[in-house]
């Protein structure tokens, strides 16, 4: 659950005792017009940045929580983000980890909600729950239907005040293993190994950063129940932590319910987070790292100031133009001009004590490593020397302040406004800083920027080489060494046993009763949680329709929350329609149709893009394939001039033909060196077999032969056979009308006209093989963990009804409280998590089972999970408490499901690709409710026979095979290409 941090971290908050702040409008003329430091800005920014407004209020709890309320009225739903002002960086020596394993053990039942915290969240409809750690922070949240909010504030609430008693050596003992997987889980991907070389070349001992926010192994392992607690004691009192609440809602309700359910709980110590200085390097460090990579990756990094300083900003635009634009620097000069390499990036990742400022090059194969990163140095020295232009500056403002204004539209997850507002209040005591940080881009200058590059990168790097090659020996836990430990822990999913009575927690400001058990401080009846009110069913909005000249048609909702539109053209093509020995090849040409066209260079594209503060996307699904657009309103027309040229007038030059091959190569190979990238290489054509549409690459990357084979006579036919006026939809949703974007797509698309070649046609005639259940390892040598994907082809099409299918899929996989991840992650320990889902296409679809599982327990969890699916499809279907549980979560959830105008035009689509209503969304309330469970175990009976499942392991052969040869089924191996 850990998270890699937002893009734009904005760091804000004010508390004031007791009574509600003034609101962040009030700020809002004078920052639209001026800079933090009085300089004057740009009109035109300065118009864009008066449209970026959270509206908030605030009110401290005499205990010391600090409360920030948004009100956003056009959805029910209510986004509720707990914050704590304690991360890893503020882990003492021999407890590396803590602040992640303490996030785990917060989701696994308190005092008076005991059990796991995942079917509570599910039933009341909660979307976009998750808990995260990072160096500087652990925060909790969850979106919820409005009359579920007291349900949530009751859960929070009595985990923040009322959790050790539920704390047992069981849960953490559980969880130390479930932390570990997840830990293999990332340091098993390609490159996985590199955050540790660099907190450690760029930290010195000691420093509160130098260690990963994960943690090691042996610290994990030492763990036990008391220093655990003390954690809790020490850091999660409410003086600690930052409550938002951002959604429909009004200050006046939630200063009652927050006084009602987080009243009670006494203030714990104050937890001053760790002092850290930016540390310099002595002299450049140059490293060399082997790893089971398929491209050699250059990094340059740079320890660089935190949230608040006056350079960060400059910074961050810094990196943007040298490696984050599509136009940036070393785009045009490594990948686009000698072409040297294969991808390119930049970034500032910023935290509250430090940032880092890193840069990475990834080698295009065949070519001397040692000499691009001797030119990577050159380009930075020059940029560092001579700065952005003007150009390059206010592009990359354009589009921050753009990104920003699409971002607004949610009010919670790992972006929303809930984000926002939370992170200032936490790092710098004021809720409107990311207003203040928006002026700071807003009147940024060349020179600014040009200062802080020379102020910091100036000084010595570290940079790494990560090659390919075998990794050093991986350091495991003592539970994945000898199968014991850790791996090993009873159901807890489960009211407290008699030994796990509710203790209360122990802050140093508040006493226990030694002689009469726990002091009890509820002001709020905690005997029961509070029920979830009634939710009024979902108002989709309207779907209108029209017609262009020439027969194109449109599909469009009008959604005002923000003013942005966004348009999709859907050809009816995807990697499905890629021929025979040319597969990719759908994927590839939209792939190039943003690299010039007859008119403009792929340089003068992307800068025109950037400019426009517009997002256009092109790729392929494997049934469709598509160009997106997100346009501010204000630039819609020549936003949608650009989106006409790019799709109509490619120009499929053969120079960036040949780039691009290059770079598919890459790709490939990269897919390759990666589990989840093998598997699904894999599992598809043993599936379908390889004569199916279906039976390719689910990456729709193709093959290195069929890359190379792929002509520009192929790439032209497949734009004039398949993206042409006669397969084309497009759907729009935002902040327009019907009739204004229709006069602007017909004007730019109404006189298109089909090529007179024919339209292309795809061949379902191929039958899909018998099933025939065996395994397919695929040996990965020195592989901490082993990645399952199974699947078998169900008799549905996609555009068959798969309602009741899918609920019943919630029960035995598609959540996190069903049975597959419950049994190998939570009763286990074996895997981080383990799923199912239906792999919807619009023809024959796959029911399909991931699971990542450390090694010397593949073959068990296989066993494992064969055993829970034929229980499901036998005589242990759905339950009666499954049921209750997936109806209500589904019902309730709903609202948030469709909060955004990207999540509507997304279900819009879908409706158009399975044949369905354009009301059928509104069908979905009444629909959930008239299931049973004799529907659901019936669906899941007709669709899916576990004994056809087709595994694909993808893990170290030299310790799985044997204990794949245990299970009864025929073992294939298969060698890395």
């Given at each position: 659950?850990?998270?890699?941090?937002?893009?734009?971290?904005?760091?804000?908050?004010?508390?004031?005792?007791?009574?509600?702040?003034?609101?962040?409008?009030?700020?809002?003329?004078?920052?639209?017009?001026?800079?933090?430091?009085?300089?004057?800005?740009?009109?035109?920014?300065?118009?864009?940045?008066?449209?970026?407004?959270?509206?908030?209020?605030?009110?401290?709890?005499?205990?010391?929580?600090?409360?920030?309320v948004h009100e956003d009225r056009k959805a029910p739903v209510v986004a509720v983000s707990v914050w704590y002002n304690v991360g890893s960086k503020d882990e003492p020596a021999g407890r590396t980890g803590f602040a992640h394993l303490f996030e785990h053990m917060m989701f696994y039942g308190s005092?008076?909600?005991?059990?796991?915290?995942?079917?509570?969240?599910?039933?009341?409809?909660?979307?976009?729950?998750?808990?995260?750690?990072?160096?500087?922070?652990?925060?909790?949240?969850?979106?919820?239907?409005?009359?579920?909010?007291?349900?949530?504030?009751?859960?929070?609430?009595?985990?923040?005040?009322?959790?050790?008693?539920?704390?047992?050596?069981?849960?953490?003992?559980?969880?130390?293993?479930?932390?570990?997987?997840?830990?293999?889980?990332?340091?098993?991907?390609?490159?996985?190994?590199?955050?540790?070389?660099?907190?450690?070349?760029?930290?010195?001992?000691?420093?509160?950063?130098?260690?990963?926010?994960?943690?090691?192994?042996?610290?994990?392992?030492?763990?036990?129940?008391?220093?655990?607690?003390?954690?809790?004691?020490?850091?999660?009192?409410?003086?600690?932590?930052?409550?938002?609440?951002?959604?429909?809602?009004?200050?006046?309700?939630?200063?009652?319910?927050?006084?009602?359910?987080?009243?009670?709980?006494?203030?714990?110590?104050?937890?001053?987070?760790?002092?850290?200085?930016?540390?310099?390097?002595?002299?450049?460090?140059?490293?060399?790292?082997?790893?089971?990579?398929?491209?050699?990756?250059?990094?340059?990094?740079?320890?660089?100031?935190?949230?608040?300083?006056?350079?960060?900003?400059?910074?961050?635009?810094?990196?943007?133009?040298?490696?984050?634009?599509?136009?940036?620097?070393?785009?045009?000069?490594?990948?686009?001009?000698?072409?040297?390499?294969?991808?390119?990036?930049?970034?500032?990742?910023?935290?509250?004590?430090?940032?880092?400022?890193?840069?990475?090059?990834?080698?295009?194969?065949?070519?001397?490593?040692?000499?691009?990163?001797?030119?990577?140095?050159?380009?930075?020295?020059?940029?560092?020397?001579?700065?952005?232009?003007?150009?390059?500056?206010?592009?990359?403002?354009?589009?921050?302040?753009?990104?920003?204004?699409?971002?607004?539209?949610?009010?919670?997850?790992?972006?929303?406004?809930?984000?926002?507002?939370?992170?200032?209040?936490?790092?710098?005591?004021?809720?409107?800083?990311?207003?203040?940080?928006?002026?700071?881009?807003?009147?940024?200058?060349?020179?600014?920027?040009?200062?802080?590059?020379?102020?910091?990168?100036?000084?010595?790097?570290?940079?790494?080489?990560?090659?390919?090659?075998?990794?050093?020996?991986?350091?495991?836990?003592?539970?994945?060494?000898?199968?014991?430990?850790?791996?090993?822990?009873?159901?807890?999913?489960?009211?407290?046993?008699?030994?796990?009575?509710?203790?209360?927690?122990?802050?140093?400001?508040?006493?226990?009763?030694?002689?009469?058990?726990?002091?009890?401080?509820?002001?709020?009846?905690?005997?029961?949680?509070?029920?979830?009110?009634?939710?009024?069913?979902?108002?989709?909005?309207?779907?209108?329709?029209?017609?262009?000249?020439?027969?194109?048609?449109?599909?469009?909702?009008?959604?005002?929350?923000?003013?942005?539109?966004?348009?999709?053209?859907?050809?009816?093509?995807?990697?499905?329609?890629?021929?025979?020995?040319?597969?990719?090849?759908?994927?590839?040409?939209?792939?190039?149709?943003?690299?010039?066209?007859?008119?403009?260079?792929?340089?003068?594209?992307?800068?025109?893009?950037?400019?426009?503060?517009?997002?256009?996307?092109?790729?392929?699904?494997?049934?469709?394939?598509?160009?997106?657009?997100?346009?501010?309103?204000?630039?819609?027309?020549?936003?949608?001039?650009?989106?006409?040229?790019?799709?109509?007038?490619?120009?499929?030059?053969?120079?960036?033909?040949?780039?691009?091959?290059?770079?598919?190569?890459?790709?490939i190979s990269s897919e390759q060196t990666q589990p989840v990238g093998i598997a699904l290489r894999t599992l598809p054509p043993l599936l379908y077999g390889p004569q199916h549409p279906y039976g390719v690459p689910f990456t729709g990357s193709g093959t290195a032969a069929s890359a190379q084979a792929i002509t520009r006579?192929?790439?032209?036919?497949?734009?004039?056979?398949?993206?042409?006026?006669?397969?084309?939809?497009?759907?729009?949703?935002?902040?327009?009308?019907?009739?204004?974007?229709?006069?602007?797509?017909?004007?730019?698309?109404?006189?298109?006209?089909?090529?007179?070649?024919?339209?292309?046609?795809?061949?379902?005639?191929?039958?899909?093989?018998?099933?025939?259940?065996?395994?397919?390892?695929?040996?990965?040598?020195?592989?901490?963990?082993?990645?399952?994907?199974?699947?078998?082809?169900?008799?549905?099409?996609?555009?068959?009804?798969?309602?009741?299918?899918?609920?019943?899929?919630?029960?035995?996989?598609?959540?996190?409280?069903?049975?597959?991840?419950?049994?190998?992650?939570?009763?286990?320990?074996?895997?981080?998590?383990?799923?199912?889902?239906?792999?919807?296409?619009?023809?024959?679809?796959?029911?399909?089972?991931?699971?990542?599982?450390?090694?010397?327990?593949?073959?068990?969890?296989?066993?494992?999970?064969?055993?829970?699916?034929?229980?499901?499809?036998?005589?242990?279907?759905?339950?009666?408490?499954?049921?209750?549980?997936?109806?209500?979560?589904?019902?309730?959830?709903?609202?948030?499901?469709?909060?955004?105008?990207?999540?509507?035009?997304?279900?819009?689509?879908?409706?158009?690709?399975?044949?369905?209503?354009?009301?059928?969304?509104?069908?979905?309330?009444?629909?959930?409710?008239?299931?049973?469970?004799?529907?659901?175990?019936?669906?899941?009976?007709?669709?899916?026979?576990?004994?056809?499942?087709?595994?694909?392991?993808?893990?170290?052969?030299?310790?799985?095979?044997?204990?794949?040869?245990?299970?009864?089924?025929?073992?294939?191996?298969?060698?890395?290409?």
């Open positions: 659950m850990r998270k890699l941090l937002t893009a734009l971290a904005i760091a804000a908050g004010v508390s004031l005792a007791g009574c509600a702040a003034t609101t962040a409008n009030e700020a809002a003329p004078a920052a639209a017009a001026t800079a933090p430091g009085g300089a004057p800005m740009d009109p035109a920014l300065g118009q864009l940045l008066a449209g970026v407004d959270i509206p908030y209020e605030t009110f401290t709890l005499d205990n010391g929580l600090r409360v920030v005092e008076n909600a005991p059990g796991n915290f995942f079917p509570r969240l599910e039933a009341v409809g909660a979307t976009d729950w998750n808990g995260t750690t990072w160096f500087d922070r652990t925060n909790y949240f969850e979106t919820v239907p409005t009359p579920a909010l007291e349900t949530a504030l009751f859960l929070e609430s009595d985990r923040m005040g009322h959790l050790l008693g539920a704390v047992t050596e069981e849960k953490l003992r559980n969880q130390i293993g479930v932390v570990q997987n997840e830990k293999r889980q990332g340091d098993n991907q390609p490159y996985g190994l590199v955050e540790y070389a660099q907190l450690e070349a760029l930290f010195p001992e000691g420093h509160p950063y130098r260690h990963s926010t994960i943690g090691s192994m042996a610290d994990l392992d030492a763990a036990t129940l008391e220093t655990v607690h003390q954690w809790f004691r020490d850091n999660y009192g409410p003086n600690n932590a930052v409550l938002v609440l951002a959604g429909d809602i009004d200050t006046a309700t939630a200063r009652q319910l927050v006084q009602r359910y987080f009243g009670d709980i006494p203030r714990g110590p104050e937890n001053v987070p760790a002092q850290a200085d930016v540390p310099t390097l002595a002299a450049r460090v140059d490293q060399v790292m082997q790893d089971r990579v398929a491209t050699t990756r250059l990094y340059r990094n740079w320890a660089v100031p935190g949230i608040g300083h006056t350079d960060l900003v400059p910074l961050d635009i810094a990196a943007s133009v040298l490696g984050g634009l599509a136009s940036s620097r070393l785009d045009n000069a490594l990948v686009r001009g000698e072409q040297t390499a294969v991808g390119v990036t930049a970034s500032v990742q910023d935290f509250q004590r430090v940032s880092l400022f890193e840069v990475t090059v990834d080698v295009k194969p065949g070519v001397d490593a040692d000499q691009v990163s001797r030119r990577l140095d050159e380009i930075i020295a020059d940029f560092v020397q001579n700065g952005p232009t003007e150009d390059e500056v206010r592009r990359v403002v354009m589009q921050t302040l753009a990104g920003r204004i699409r971002g607004l539209e949610q009010v919670g997850g790992f972006g929303g406004k809930a984000v926002a507002l939370a992170e200032g209040t936490l790092y710098m005591s004021d809720p409107s800083h990311y207003r203040r940080e928006l002026a700071e881009y807003a009147a940024a200058t060349p020179a600014e920027v040009r200062q802080a590059l020379q102020t910091w990168l100036t000084r010595p790097v570290y940079a790494l080489h990560v090659v390919p090659g075998e990794r050093e020996a991986y350091e495991e836990a003592a539970g994945g060494r000898n199968g014991g430990g850790a791996t090993q822990a009873p159901r807890y999913f489960r009211t407290p046993e008699p030994g796990e009575q509710p203790l209360a927690p122990m802050p140093r400001t508040a006493g226990t009763d030694a002689a009469h058990g726990p002091r009890t401080f509820m002001q709020v009846d905690r005997s029961r949680i509070p029920e979830v009110g009634p939710i009024r069913d979902l108002e989709f909005p309207d779907v209108q329709r029209s017609t262009l000249s020439n027969g194109v048609r449109i599909a469009f909702a009008r959604r005002t929350t923000v003013p942005v539109v966004r348009v999709s053209l859907q050809f009816d093509a995807g990697y499905a329609a890629d021929p025979e020995g040319r597969e990719g090849l759908q994927s590839l040409m939209a792939g190039l149709l943003d690299e010039g066209t007859t008119t403009r260079s792929s340089v003068q594209i992307a800068e025109e893009e950037e400019r426009l503060g517009a997002v256009i996307g092109s790729g392929a699904s494997i049934d469709r394939t598509s160009v997106s657009l997100a346009a501010l309103r204000t630039n819609l027309a020549p936003s949608l001039d650009l989106l006409a040229d790019i799709v109509k007038n490619p120009a499929f030059a053969p120079s960036e033909i040949e780039r691009l091959r290059a770079q598919r190569l890459a790709t006579d192929d790439i032209v036919g497949a734009h004039q056979g398949w993206l042409r006026p006669d397969n084309l939809e497009i759907f729009v949703v935002g902040d327009t009308t019907l009739e204004e974007i229709t006069a602007l797509l017909n004007e730019r698309f109404g006189s298109w006209q089909a090529p007179a070649t024919p339209r292309g046609t795809k061949n379902f005639a191929a039958s899909v093989p018998p099933a025939r259940s065996r395994i397919i390892l695929v040996d990965r040598p020195q592989s901490p963990q082993s990645m399952i994907l199974a699947g078998t082809v169900m008799p549905l099409r996609g555009t068959d009804d798969m309602l009741p299918l899918l609920a019943a899929n919630d029960a035995i996989g598609g959540q996190a409280s069903a049975r597959l991840n419950m049994d190998i992650r939570e009763t286990k320990g074996w895997g981080y998590g383990a799923f199912s889902f239906v792999n919807r296409v619009q023809q024959r679809s796959p029911f399909m089972v991931f699971a990542p599982v450390q090694t010397n327990r593949t073959g068990e969890s296989i066993a494992a999970l064969r055993q829970q699916l034929t229980a499901f499809i036998g005589d242990r279907g759905v339950t009666a408490e499954e049921l209750e549980r997936i109806v209500n979560g589904s019902v309730r959830g709903l609202p948030g499901s469709y909060e955004t105008s990207g999540a509507v035009l997304d279900a819009i689509i879908e409706n158009d690709l399975y044949d369905r209503p354009d009301g059928y969304q509104e069908t979905l309330p009444g629909r959930y409710r008239a299931l049973t469970a004799a529907a659901l175990d019936r669906a899941a009976r007709q669709a899916v026979d576990p004994s056809s499942l087709v595994w694909v392991v993808v893990g170290d052969a030299s310790q799985v095979r044997p204990q794949l040869e245990r299970l009864g089924l025929p073992v294939e191996v298969m060698e890395l290409q």
